[in-house]
């Protein structure tokens, strides 16, 4: 079992940034990708951005040049720095991981970004 714990998320003006953590608590497997998904109302669960266990990274085309995601191994966590936000960037951002030989899915309970213009 993993337990996901994140924080960061809050509220801040257009052009600002702000650092998403997520914490990967009591994890025995082998997490082999780490990333951000984010909804926004009245629109679907989008990737943002991942990562692989060997550091290969993947961004949605509207966070490229923005945002950046990174991962400790040692700490089992993923983080999502985001700078020059904008208010489209507005969201409920969940971590996601996949883990084992079958990738199986577990996802945070989500934190809250609100980017004011």
């Known amino acids: 079992q993993v337990q996901l714990v994140e924080s960061g998320g809050g509220l801040v003006q257009a052009g600002g940034s702000l650092r998403l953590s997520c914490v990967a608590s009591?994890?025995?497997?082998?997490?082999?990708?780490m990333g951000w998904y984010r909804q926004a109302p009245g629109k679907q669960r989008e990737l943002v951005a991942s990562?692989?266990?060997?550091?290969?990274?993947n961004y949605a085309d509207s966070v490229k040049g923005r945002f950046t995601v990174s991962r400790d191994n040692t700490k089992n966590t993923v983080y999502l720095q985001m700078n020059s936000l904008k208010p489209e960037d507005t969201a409920v951002y969940y971590c996601?991981?996949?883990?084992?030989?079958?990738?199986?899915?577990?996802w945070g309970q989500g934190t809250q970004v609100t980017v004011s213009s």
């Open positions: 009591r994890s025995t497997v082998s997490i082999n990708v």
């Open positions: 990562i692989t266990s060997g550091d290969s990274t």
């Open positions: 996601n991981v996949k883990v084992g030989r079958w990738n199986t899915n577990y």
